[in-house]
Structure formats: C-alpha cells, structure tokens
C-alpha cells in the first residue's frame, strides 16, 4: 500500500527464538498501530504508538514488544517466539487519532513452527 | 474484545444485487468506520460516519448509523465481481484507544 510498507512479508521461525518485525512509513503520520488477524478472530490491536518513544499497549500485548525511534518506523518483537504467535501481522497509520481512517500494510505472514 | 459484531458472517449474491451488511457494538462511539480486505491483502478504508451523522455515501456505498440502537449497515448497490471481501466495521470509541474491529462478513458475488 501507497506509503507502507511492512517486511519481511513471509517468515517461518522456530519457538522460542526473538523475531523483528517492521513497519515503514513515508507519509509522516503521528499513529501507528500493529494488529494480529486471525480465523475467527478478525483484527486484534497489540500495540500502538503515539509519537516517537510513545507507546502503549493493545488488547493482545502479552509477549510482545515495540519500538518507534524514529516517526517513520515502528517495530514488532516477538520476544520468545511460541506457536500461538502464528498469525498474519497488520501495521496501519493515521495522521490523527479521531477523524481519519486508517492506512493499512500488506502485512506479514509468521509462522512459528 | 471485539467491539463490533458484524452480521452475517457470510453473504452470497448474484452480481447486481444490492448487499447489505450490519454491525452492532456495545458502548458509546466517536465514529464507527467500514473496511474492505481483499484476499491475502491488507485493510481498505471504505467510509467513516461520526456518531452526530446519520447517513453518508460514497459512491455505490451508502452507510447508516443508529446510535440509540448502537448499529450501522453498509449497502453496496448493484454489486459487482469486484466487490468480493471482507468487509470489517470499526468504532472508535469515545475514550482514547484505537479503532476496535468485528470479526468481519465474508461477501462472494458471483457473476
């Protein structure tokens, strides 16, 4: 999608291991948020960020990291990799926290085998 | 937990029919927005009402809101192959977490 990008866009890990997953964008907009979807249980916030170094946690936030140095890129850790973590991985930006909608990546495929 | 509950889960039509979808939520909204997702791709914007609206369109969409029954429908009029997805309501809620997504309604239309 126009202005993010999400990488890498498959991965397969082991359990157990710590795996980064990254969020770029170019269009200079304050939120950014990762999501998990999964069968039967639609889209499922983790984390969100609300300005560089200002984050906070989302419904699903057990297990799970980020980090945003800079406004253009917000990262996902998997910090010890388990198979309940196999998911596809959405990270969506908004310029403002009400009144806009929100701009999604392509997303990431994880398999944690 | 979700917020939205979308109705039905899945919907077949034939290309030309108009598909209507529903959404319910739970507590009080600032806006409650509708997505598009295509197989295997991400989340498309569609239309954002705001909780004072009561109508809105955009094309061949037309959304609805009833805040005192706490619902929205989506329409999409004389459907087309293309229209088959995923359609996904969201509400932002009148605090300030971010948007809150249903489980979705599957919509195949054959042609």
């Known amino acids: 999608d126009a202005g993010i990008t999400q990488s890498p866009r498959h991965k397969v890990t082991e359990t157990g291991t710590p795996v980064t997953l990254r969020c770029h964008q170019t269009e200079n907009h304050r939120y950014m948020y990762w999501y998990r979807q999964d069968p039967g249980h639609g889209l499922r916030l983790i984390h969100y960020s609300y300005g560089v170094k200002d984050t906070d946690k989302g419904e699903v936030s057990d297990g799970y990291s980020v980090s945003r140095s800079k406004t253009e890129d917000f990262l996902l850790t998997l910090e010890s990799a388990t198979s309940s973590q196999t998911s596809v991985y959405f990270c969506?930006?908004?310029?403002?926290?009400?009144?806009?909608?929100?701009?999604f990546g392509s997303g990431t495929r994880l398999t944690v085998v | 937990s979700q917020q939205g509950e979308e109705d039905p889960q899945a919907l077949s039509i034939q290309e030309g029919e108009n598909a209507t979808m529903n959404c319910s939520y739970k507590t009080s909204i600032n806006n409650l927005q509708w997505y598009r997702q295509n197989s295997g791709r991400g989340l498309v914007h569609l239309i954002l009402i705001r909780s004072n609206e009561r109508e809105k369109h955009s094309g061949r969409l037309r959304v609805t809101l009833d805040t005192s029954k706490k619902s929205s429908s989506l329409l999409i009029t004389a459907s087309r192959a293309a229209d088959t997805a995923s359609y996904f309501c969201a509400t932002l809620n009148s605090g300030n977490t971010p948007l809150v997504f249903g489980k979705g309604t599957r919509l195949s239309v054959i042609a």
């Open positions: 969506a930006i908004s310029p403002s926290h009400k009144g806009y909608g929100y701009t």
